[in-house]
Structure formats: structure tokens, C-alpha cells
């Protein structure tokens, strides 16, 4: 055997996999950019935020509650009337060390059938991404979801993640998730 092919030999096997491990996907790239940029977006809906400690979300949501903004306790109901028909919100946050660092959030619309086709939740999607648009901005990208693998409506700012995307025929959900909690444990 000629000694230039034992040398080359580990490098053709070698580089390929250098690179395979080195290639990011688009997603990963603009989470990169956006953590980067040190920049906090914390701001969710109806005045909650990421980091409110625990007992902060249970005064503030108790006094929604007493307004009749809101109602609920251990999952929380919104009506939500900015979408082209009636629609109700379900939502509890996930906490890390005590403070709100993912709020999920399930929409369904009022009205929904199996035989109101209009009101699935494709639908429903679109229209709540349309509604995100106007609340967050522009720069919602159609993805893979990085941790269930559905495909799903996803915009980065800073450490602010919003993802929506379709549960099932009935209902969207739309995931709140600040990336820098996430970065810190490993996620």
C-alpha cells in the first residue's frame, strides 16, 4: 500500500465528519445571532412576563381574575376576541428557580366542529400568526420545531422565542420560551 494513502486515508474519513458536526440549520444560526446580541425581550400578553417570580404570577393573575379579565387558577382562561372569530386561550407558565421562563398556550376557536372546516386549527394558526405579527413584529420563519419536531411558525427576538403551530384539528399552540434559561441549563 502506497504511504500518501495512509495518510490521506484518515483525513477523507475525518473531514466529512468535522464538517457534518460543524453545519448548524438555519434555526440554530438565528438563535445564535439573537442571544448574541444580548438584547431581552421579556414581554408576553396581558402584562405577564418572563421572570416574574412565582407568587408575583399568582398575585397578578388573581387580579385579572378579579377584574374579570381572566379566569381560572391552575389553568387559566382568556377569551381571546382579536382573532376574525371568538377564540379561548388556555395557559399556565413552567418556571425555572421560581420565575416564569416558558408559558405554552393552547387556542381554540368558540365555535369549532368537526364540521365548521373554517374553524380548524390551520386555520387558526394563520390567523394567530397574523394577530403575533401586529403584537411582535415581522420575522416569523415556517420551521421544523426544534424540540417536537412539528412544522410551526417560529420568531426569535433576543431571548424571546415564540412558536405556533397546530396541536391538532381543534386547537393551535403557541409556546412563550426565553431562550437564555434555556441556554443556561443545556436545552
Given at each position: 500500500?502506497?504511504?500518501?494513502?495512509?495518510?490521506?486515508?484518515?483525513?477523507?474519513?475525518?473531514?466529512?465528519?468535522?464538517?457534518?458536526?460543524?453545519?448548524?440549520?438555519?434555526?440554530?444560526?438565528?438563535?445564535?445571532?439573537?442571544?448574541?446580541?444580548g438584547v431581552r425581550h421579556d414581554s408576553l400578553f396581558?402584562?405577564?412576563k418572563f421572570?416574574?417570580?412565582?407568587q408575583e404570577f399568582f398575585d397578578y393573575s388573581f387580579e385579572l381574575n378579579q377584574k374579570k379579565v381572566i379566569t381560572g387558577g391552575t389553568q387559566i382562561e382568556y377569551d381571546l376576541e382579536e382573532l376574525p372569530h371568538s377564540a379561548k386561550m388556555l395557559f399556565f407558565p413552567e418556571f425555572h428557580e421560581d420565575r416564569v421562563y416558558r408559558m405554552p398556550v393552547e387556542v381554540s376557536?368558540?365555535?369549532?366542529?368537526?364540521?365548521?372546516?373554517?374553524?380548524?386549527?390551520?386555520?387558526?394558526?394563520v390567523d394567530l400568526m397574523e394577530l403575533y405579527k401586529e403584537d411582535y413584529?415581522?420575522?416569523?420563519?415556517?420551521?421544523?420545531?426544534?424540540?417536537?419536531g412539528r412544522e410551526a411558525w417560529i420568531k426569535v427576538d433576543g431571548n424571546r422565542r415564540i412558536s405556533i403551530f397546530k396541536k391538532d384539528d381543534m386547537t393551535a399552540r403557541v409556546e412563550f420560551l426565553d431562550l437564555s434559561v434555556q441556554r443556561e441549563n443545556g436545552n
Open positions: 500500500m502506497n504511504l500518501s494513502r495512509l495518510i490521506y486515508l484518515p483525513l477523507i474519513v475525518l473531514i466529512p465528519l468535522f464538517v457534518s458536526c460543524e453545519q448548524k440549520t438555519d434555526y440554530e444560526k438565528l438563535v445564535q445571532r439573537e442571544l448574541n446580541k396581558l402584562g405577564y421572570g416574574m417570580e412565582r376557536y368558540k365555535a369549532w366542529a368537526p364540521w365548521n372546516r373554517n374553524l380548524f386549527s390551520d386555520s387558526l394558526v413584529g415581522p420575522g416569523f420563519i415556517y420551521t421544523t420545531h426544534p424540540e417536537n
